[in-house]
């Protein structure tokens, strides 16, 4: 066997060398080496070892490695087996003496201790060596194995260097050599760099070893050479194979499948392309010339045989080696011998052969470099080469990328064209350069034929300018063929330029920056090129020397016939004119200037005088670039004062020009302005002598048609940016006088100018003031005179007009003029600046303003700046202080006499005002009475003014500054609780007192508008001053005074303290529990507080024992599930903390003793309820805690004893008859335990105060009992009843005892909300007091009926409550409280502030709950639903209520009270007209089946839609139509399951009134999917209806839209395929389409698969199966022994496309039978709107009667109804025309189908 395997293992493909024995490695004989062991003195050196197929060593760690590297495992495995053996080799030892160590490795401790590390690194080194070349360096799927690979030589070569590179240079010729160098060049990185460290690391060993005996390079190219040849000379990967990787005995090249050819193709592909790519990487880097002999006996057919590789990266591999090797690096002789004319031959015949586009850069490098290392022989063998060449260039080279293409032209036609020793052959480079010019056609992209332009107007132009004669020949007559070629170069040139300017599509996207520019750039840069290389007229008369270049020959002719530029694209064409203008040296420019002058007068043409039309923004651009290049040739006073002035008219008063349009929708009128004066500026700037003139003509033109002030200005700083100081001739007296006409007063009073902000920005221009225009004003002194005189004549007590509000803004601009400030008295500064102040509104500076810092807005909107506060800033405290005093005077007289138009303008001056403190020496803080903000008979009087001025003020301040104005007041305690008093609006009614407690009314506001900053002492001492003013209104029996007071104190309390945390009841409500609950589980029953995290698992009810539960928690980190029961339950882990562990109980006793003794104890028996003293203990308890002290004389002693009695008092109250006093008790234990009039409402007062509602609840029920006593007896303790069940109802406790009590009272709380709403109903009084008070008890009612496990089972009278309150409820929405819907901006109260929305949403979470409401909506309160979807605030609860309704599977109306609408009527009849009356009857049945499910309301609107315009459709009426519609949906999905005849009424009726095209037509234009198609945004949650109304605030248009679109095509598939088909509009079409097979239809397939599987105890024996990718369904039905197979194939675009139905499966049924079966269910599918459910439940009825023995009709081949599914009569009602005709429409006939409907046409047929 040993035997066997050294022959299997020694392989010839490894070279020479041979299997040589264990033995060889220790020495000639077995004596020597025990002589060796025995004296090592006298040891010799072991000979050379040699590299073996197998390891011959002893060591088993080695043994164990090298198995586990030599195994086929995968790539992980063998990587950790490569850096095992790295470690070995790497173990303890630094060098090659080292011995007789043994390895302290733990995880290699078989190393014999007898053995040393030298020796078991030698043992290693031969297996290793034969084992990495002859498998490990062919692998090619795993990087790591590669990378570790080296990691081991990197550990060889470390330990033992001397054998490594003896064994390396020796075995396979040195071929390792070239193996590890190849490394370098490996895909991956990280292997590339292990390659460069292992190659640097031997040649450094190299030079260290054998500096002693050699000075030889290593061995580098011979290793390279040697390999590579070894592996180019396979040729093909059957070769490789067979030589590599083929075992003996295994399977043949031949015999291999196809997988394992592809593989040895990838291996083939990628180890050569691996050497061809170290081959170039040997060249490159210069080491061929270590080994010149080496490289020049290597074979070139062996080195470029991969030049007709049928592989594309095998070529262009041999490309780049062909050029490498004829680079300059290699020597002539190298050259020569390595590219024989074979191979380049072979290189020629590739020009003509490769079609790949990526291989053309390298074969054209390739081809280059070889024509210029081998120039003669390449200008002998023209033709060889030519054909080919230019043939690739006409195809733009098959495609290949113009970026590395492109750059090639130009050296490639200079060194084949152009440098000849005999001269330039024009003729040739014509030749390229116009097969490159003809492959613009092949080109893609735009950037790619900019790219390929650039590179032919470079070498035409390079061509034209280049020597025709080389310096060493003589010079001589040039041949009519050079002329001929010069011109047709230069047209090439030329064509390239028109292209440019003229291409438009160069100029968008990317193509613009890539190719465009750079272009437009090159052309101008050698256009100015060909400029001065054009002879010119010397001084003396003589013609300049004639030059040696083709462009001399031709010149004349380029510049007189050929130049010219097209303006067909005035962008390219501007951008072309300014690069011009940047390469300009001089003004002799003569032809270029000729030629603008040219193209100018062909862009102006279409703009001049009659046309009456003016350029755009693009064309400016290119007329500014003309104008500027050569402003004297083109600008004429024709153009200036004609053309130009009337473009500037229009722009500028565009408003008062009729019918004004501009030329491009995208151009913006300031831009045009701008376009026009900077034209202007250009211009007047060529033509300095005719400035002045010139300008003052355009002015008074301007002035005279009254322009637009705004866009005057920004015309003139237009100008002014771009004449910069050029600006001598702007200044002129019209400008002058326009100034002063600015403010001129006419005798009507009229201004002539518009706004101060427009006012303001065209004096600051005049007066030189924005940086970018300069400093120097343009207008003179006069103006400024002019400005003073007239603000000081406005500013007199005679004078009725005011001065104008830019005029004192304008003058406080002139002080920054150093000239115009002189004009100015101290005393008008002082006015100026107070007049400034009272501007009313802020004045924004746009542009960058010369003396300020900043600049725009990020916003562009201008950056609003008050210079009077600069001013102020560098006046005198004296002048500060008056300025201060005059605007806080102003300011208080405005407050005193409500003389305050707009309070926002009030509050801007407010803040201004205190702004200009800043500047008072010494600094000032200001208060509010600043602004006269301080009056606390003002905030009493008219709360509301002061509030909203205060409030206007704080807009403009931050929270600091807010809080800043009230502490630095006068009295500012008092003050502070002025303003809350003032502005508290406390009321007993709760529609007003509701703003109050959910914290949206102006105290609340007011107080969270001075933040944090508020907080603490402030706050403190407020409260404390607050209590006695409360304590002494309760003496005075104020009710009002003292609710208002204990109101704002209760506010006080909710800012000044975070929320006590409550003690909360950790155990969970039993029936609370839901599957997947996170709780807390207690661990040990005796240690309560010991607990652990638990999730519910799943939850069980038992009669007897009560709810029980599976939980699971964790053990040991395992999951583990187990029973339990509530009470080791936990809703937390956390404990609330008890009062004394408050941190800040120190800031609370003194607020809470003072609350307590002061006014709770004095006052809360003696004063009513209305005066709100018991709200306080709400407050106090929630806010201050009670603190820790429990007995008595605690504070909780105190308020529990209160309470205690005020119940005690009520009890007494009741049985005395004192309803008025028990009235007034319930309200004050009411408002104690948190109901939450006046202040915030809590729920959990009870814990503190536990005090038992029981026997005030008895007393209630008993008294309420009694007949004599009615609900209506006093509406007053009826209201107060209702309040105190609303509170405590929730801490009652349910027990057996009282458990009858508890049922009663619920009945009561019922009784008495149902009263309230049926009075409202009924007397049509809309929301009120009593109906918040009603839906609380209501709420708190049925949650704690829901909540306790002993009233679970209600009893019938409790639930009918419930449902006559609900209903009565509902009833009064719909009719009363949706009347308040009117103001859409303004939320309605019983939205805002009651518990109704809430109560409808939780109710509707169950099943049990949807099922409540459906039976409180009655028939008639679902008709006044439906206008309710059309309603902001109602739509979402409306559209809940029909949903519940819907749900229910119950009709509206009983065949016996059908009564259809009177437009349902009409339509009917219209739509009978010319039926015979059987079709009549049947759409009449229709419509009638239609008309008991759906309301009349939606029948009604639906009816309308197709009359409809999109003219008046909003997104509120939109959203009704959805919404309605989806209500009309959801109604389908229900009916169809409980009445056969439903689902084809609905599509019947739907058909008619074509409702479905209608409203997918609405929706499709809010679709986002379809009008943003490439971002596909539908999920399943995003179609699923329930997730997106799960809330308010999702109802939107555009989810809504989508919804439409999905529940449309999933309900009513057949209706959605007709409007595809007759009504989507065009542009819709296809988007539709893909939206449908990308997500609506694998969505409807897998909603529709769920529900089957849903519904399989109604299938019967008929199972059903699908798939969702293949998108088949296959119904299977066993019946009489018969398997019966129905296949559904619904295809991607189903309903869009028809489903096909296959029946042919089932053997033994006769063909027709099975084909009518087909026929069923294609058109239940196709054609009458039916699901795939409905279609197989028809089928098996169908089947099941057939089997029965019904026969088929022979008109519709069905046995059912296809509506009712009921036996036909004998005659066939159900087979009328319109059911013939939608068979028809199903694609295929059935047999007989003439006949059939023949004899319907003449009432003959049976079923």
């Known amino acids: 066997m040993k035997e066997k395997r050294k022959a299997r293992l020694d392989k010839k493909s490894t070279g020479t060398t041979e299997f040589i024995g264990f033995g060889a490695f220790a020495g000639s004989n077995a004596a020597t080496s025990i002589q060796s062991a025995q004296e090592p003195k006298q040891q010799q050196p072991p000979p050379k070892p040699k590299i073996s197929p197998v390891f011959e060593g002893s060591n088993e760690a080695l043994q164990s490695v090298f198995s586990r590297i030599g195994r086929k495992t995968d790539g992980g495995t063998k990587t950790k087996a490569l850096q095992d053996l790295a470690t ?4 303890d030892g630094s060098d090659d003496s080292q011995r007789g160590s043994s390895s302290n490795s733990n995880n290699h401790n078989s190393i014999c201790a007898t053995t040393t590390k030298w020796e078991v690194r030698m043992q290693a080194l031969p297996h290793w060596m034969w084992m990495y070349c002859n498998k490990l360096v062919y692998e090619h799927e795993h990087a790591s194995i590669r990378k570790a690979s080296l990691q081991v030589w990197q550990a060889a070569l470390q330990r033992v260097p001397k054998a490594v590179l003896a064994m390396a240079s020796d075995a396979n010729g040195g071929e390792l050599w070239g193996m590890i160098y190849t490394t370098q060049v490996d895909p991956l990185q990280e292997v590339r760099q292990e390659g460069f460290a292992t190659v640097e690391l031997m040649e450094r060993l190299w030079r260290e070893h054998k500096s002693s005996t050699t000075r030889d390079p290593p061995p580098w190219a011979l290793g390279v050479i040697t390999y590579s040849s070894r592996v180019l000379g396979y040729g093909r990967p059957s070769v490789m194979y067979e030589a590599l990787f083929a075992r003996k005995g295994g399977t043949s090249n031949k015999n291999q499948s196809e997988q394992q050819k592809e593989i040895a193709e990838e291996r083939y592909g990628s180890l050569t392309g691996l050497v061809l790519d170290s081959l170039c990487f040997l060249f490159q880097s210069g080491r061929q010339n270590d080994s010149k002999d080496v490289i020049s006996s290597a074979a070139p057919a062996v080195l470029f045989k991969c030049m007709s590789s049928p592989v594309e990266g095998l070529r262009q591999r041999t490309y780049r080696l062909i050029s490498v090797v004829a680079s300059e690096q290699s020597s002539p002789d190298m050259i020569d011998n390595l590219l024989p004319t074979t191979t380049i031959n072979n290189l020629i015949q590739c020009l003509s052969s490769e079609k790949a586009s990526n291989s053309w850069p390298p074969l054209l490098e390739a081809f280059l470099a ?17 054909k080919g060449l230019i043939k690739a260039l006409r195809k733009a080279c098959y495609g290949a990328s113009l970026s590395e293409v492109g750059p090639i032209l130009l050296p490639l036609t200079s060194t084949l064209a152009l440098a000849g020793e005999r001269g330039a052959d024009l003729q040739l480079a014509l030749d390229l350069i116009k097969a490159a010019w003809e492959g613009q056609h092949m080109t893609l992209g735009m950037t790619e034929a900019g790219r390929l332009a650039i590179a032919v107007a470079e070498t035409a132009h390079y061509t034209l300018l280049k020597p025709i004669h080389p310096s060493t020949s003589t010079p001589h007559e040039p041949q009519t063929t050079d002329r001929q070629a010069a011109v047709a170069i230069a047209q090439i040139w030329l064509e390239v330029l028109e292209n440019a300017l003229t291409d438009n599509s160069l100029s968008t996207g990317n193509a613009r920056q890539a190719a465009w520019e750079p272009l437009l750039q090159s052309l101008a840069t050698q256009l100015q090129r060909y400029q001065d290389q054009t002879p010119t007229n010397l001084p003396d008369g003589n013609v300049e020397t004639k030059r040696n270049h083709a462009f001399a020959l031709i010149h004349n002719e380029f510049w007189l016939t050929k130049a010219s530029w097209p303006s067909t694209h005035p962008a390219a064409l501007a951008y072309f004119v300014r690069h011009l203008s940047s390469l300009r040296k001089s003004t002799g420019n003569q032809q270029i200037c000729q030629v603008a002058q040219t193209c100018f007068g062909k862009l102006l043409a279409p703009y001049q005088e009659t046309s009456g039309d003016w350029p755009s923004l693009a064309v400016y651009s290119a007329i500014q670039s003309l104008v500027d290049y050569h402003p004297t040739g083109v600008v004429t006073e024709r153009f200036v004062l004609n053309d130009l002035l009337r473009w500037m008219i229009v722009h500028g008063t565009q408003q008062r020009i009729p019918n004004y349009k501009k030329r491009d929708e995208s151009d913006d009128d300031e831009d045009l302005v701008k376009a026009d004066y900077k034209l202007v500026a250009l211009s007047l700037k060529g033509v300095p002598q005719h400035a002045k003139s010139w300008w003052q003509t355009i002015l008074k033109e301007i002035i005279a048609a009254k322009p637009n002030l705004h866009m005057l200005t920004v015309g003139l700083d ?16 019209t400008l002058d006088e326009l100034a002063m006409d600015l403010f001129a007063v006419q005798k009507n009073g009229i201004q002539t100018f518009s706004s101060a902000q427009e006012q303001l920005e065209f004096c600051r221009t005049l007066l030189g003031l924005k940086r970018p225009t300069g400093s120097q004003p343009i207008v ?13 004549k406005q500013r007199s007590a005679n004078s009725p007009i005011s001065p104008k509000r830019a005029l004192a803004q304008i003058l406080l601009e002139m002080t920054k003029v150093p000239r115009a400030s002189k004009l100015l008295h101290p005393s008008d500064v002082e006015d100026i600046i107070v007049e400034s102040w009272l501007q009313e509104e802020v004045v924004s500076y746009h542009g960058d303003d010369a003396h300020h810092e900043g600049g725009i807005d990020d916003d562009g909107g201008g950056d609003p700046r008050h210079h009077f506060a600069e001013v102020l800033q560098t006046s005198s405290p004296d002048l500060v202080a008056r300025v201060v005093g005059k605007a806080s005077a102003e300011m208080k007289r405005s407050v005193q006499a409500r003389d305050v138009v707009n309070m926002a303008d009030w509050g801007l001056r407010a803040w201004r005002l205190v702004e200009m403190l800043k500047y008072v020496d010494p600094p000032e803080t200001p208060s509010l009475a600043l602004v006269g903000l301080d009056d606390d008979k003002g905030w009493s009087d008219h709360p509301d003014f002061f509030y909203g001025l205060a409030m206007s003020l704080f807009h403009n301040l931050d ?3 807010r809080f800043g104005l009230l502490k630095e007041s006068q009295d500012t305690i008092e003050l502070f609780l002025s303003i809350l008093g003032g502005i508290t609006i406390s009321s007993t009614d709760l529609t007003i007192a509701a703003r109050v407690s959910r914290g949206d009314d102006k105290p609340s506001i007011f107080l969270n508008s001075l933040g944090s900053s508020l907080k603490g002492e402030y706050l403190h001492l407020a409260v404390k001053a607050l209590i006695p003013k409360i304590a002494a209104s309760a003496s005075e029996r104020d009710d009002m005074g003292t609710c208002c007071l204990t109101t704002v104190l209760s506010n006080l309390l909710r800012f000044t303290f975070d929320p ?8 969970p409500v039993p029936s609370d529990i839901r599957s997947g609950d996170r709780l807390w589980y207690v661990t040990d029953p005796k240690n309560p507080t010991l607990v ?7 939850v069980y009810y038992d009669a007897v024992a009560g709810y029980y539960f599976s939980i699971s928690v964790s053990r040991e980190g395992e999951p583990c599930e187990r029973q339990t029961i509530v009470d080791r339950l936990r809703i937390t882990n956390k404990f609330s903390p008890t009062p004394a562990q408050m941190t800040d109980e120190v800031e609370r006793a003194p607020i809470r003793d003072l609350v307590v003794s002061k006014v709770l104890v004095p006052f809360f028996q003696s004063t009513s309820s209305a005066a709100g003293v018991s709200e306080l203990v709400n407050g106090l308890v929630s806010r201050v805690g009670v603190g820790s002290a429990r007995g008595i004389g605690s504070a909780h002693f105190v308020l529990f004893k209160l309470l205690s009695e005020e119940e005690g008092r009520l009890r007494v109250r009741l049985a005395e008859g004192d309803y008025a006093g028990a009235g007034d008790s319930l309200w004050k234990l009411a408002l104690s335990f948190g109901f939450g009039r006046n202040s915030e409402s809590e729920d959990k007062i009870y814990r503190v105060f536990p005090v038992d509602p029981t026997p005030s609840h008895e007393a209630l029920v008993k008294l309420y009992a009694e007949e004599q006593f009615s609900p209506d007896r006093d509406h007053a303790f009826g209201s107060a009843v209702l309040a105190w069940i609303a509170v405590s109802a929730p801490f009652a406790s349910p027990t057996e005892a009282n458990e009858d009590l508890m049922r009663r009272s619920m009945t009561l709380a019922l009784s008495l909300s149902n009263g309230v709403f049926s009075v409202q109903r009924k007397s049509g009084i809309g929301f009120s007091s009593d109906t918040i008070l009603a839906l609380r008890a209501f709420n708190s009612a049925r949650r704690t009926m829901v909540k306790c496990n002993t009233m679970r089972e209600m009893p019938p009278s409790l639930r009918d409550k419930e449902v006559e309150c609900l209903r009565s409820m509902i009833e009064a929405f719909t009719l009363k409280w949706s009347s308040c819907d009117d103001e859409p901006q303004k939320s309605p109260v019983w939205k805002a502030y009651s518990e109704f929305p809430r109560l409808i949403e939780d109710i509707g979470q169950t099943a049990e709950g949807r099922e409540l409401l459906a039976e409180s909506v009655p028939p008639a309160v679902v008709e006044h639903l439906v206008p309710l979807l059309f309603s902001v605030p109602s739509r979402f609860i409306a559209f809940n209520l029909l949903g519940s309704v819907f749900a229910c599977g119950k009709v509206l109306r009983s065949e016996n009270d059908i009564a259809l609408g009177a437009s349902t009527t009409e339509l009917l009849k219209e739509w009978t007209k010319g039926m015979d009356q059987d079709a009549t009857n049947e759409l009449a049945e229709d419509v009638e089946t239609v008309g008991q499910w759906l309301p009349l309301s939606i029948m009604h609107e639906i009816e309308t839609w197709r009359y409809e315009t999109f003219d008046d459709l909003n997104e509120t009426k939109m959203i009704g139509r959805l919404l309605t519609w989806l209500s009309v949906l959801k109604l389908v999905e229900t009916a169809a399951p ?23 037509n609405f929706s499709i234009l809010f679709d986002k999917n379809l009008n943003e198609p490439s971002k596909l945004t539908h999920t399943s949650q995003a179609l699923d209806l329930d997730m997106v109304l799960s809330s308010e605030e999702t109802v939107d248009v555009t989810s809504l839209a989508s919804l439409v679109i999905f529940g449309t095509f999933e309900t009513l598939p057949s209706l959605c395929r007709q409007w595809y088909e007759e009504a989507a509009p065009k542009v819709y079409v296809q988007k539709v389409k893909t939206l449908v097979e990308r997500q609506i239809a694998p969505e409807i397939l897998k909603r529709e698969m769920q529900r089957m599987k849903e519904a399989t105890k109604n299938f019967g024996e008929m199972n059903v199966s699908g798939s969702l990718m293949s998108r088949e369904v296959t119904a299977s039905y066993i019946q009489d022994d018969f398997t019966l197979t129905v296949l559904v194939r619904l295809p991607p675009a189903f309903p869009l496309r028809s489903a096909e139905v296959d029946c042919s499966r089932t053997l033994g049924v006769p063909l027709s039978r099975w084909k009518r079966w087909s026929l069923q269910i294609t058109l239940m599918l196709n054609n009458q709107g039916g699901t795939l459910q409905d279609a197989l439940m028809l089928w098996k009825d169908n089947v099941d009667k057939e089997f029965d023995g019904v026969e088929p009709c022979p008109i519709c081949y069905s046995v059912l109804h296809v509506k009712t599914h009921k036996l036909p009569p004998w005659n066939v009602p159900h087979a009328t025309i319109d059911s013939i005709r939608s068979v028809s429409l199903s694609g295929s006939s059935p047999p007989g189908k003439a006949s059939a409907l023949y004899a319907n046409k003449n009432g003959v047929g049976s079923g």
């Open 1538 to 1560: 409980k009445d056969y005849r439903s689902r084809p009424a609905f599509v019947a009726y739907l058909t008619r009134t074509q409702a479905v095209s209608s409203i997918l």
């Open 88 to 91: 070995l080799l790497l173990a």
């Open 718 to 733: 237009t100008l002014l940016q771009t004449v910069r100081k050029e600006s001598n001739w702007v200044s002129c007296q």
């Open 959 to 961: 929270e600091k500054s």
């Open 1060 to 1067: 006590v945390t409550l003690p909360v009841d950790a155990k």
């Open 1092 to 1098: 652990e995290p638990a999730t519910v698992v799943k």
């Open 780 to 792: 003179s002194e006069v103006v400024w005179e002019f400005w003073v005189k007239t603000y000081k």
């Open 370 to 386: 070889v024509a210029v290392a081998k120039r003669e022989g390449f200008e002998q063998a023209t033709a060889s080469w030519r």
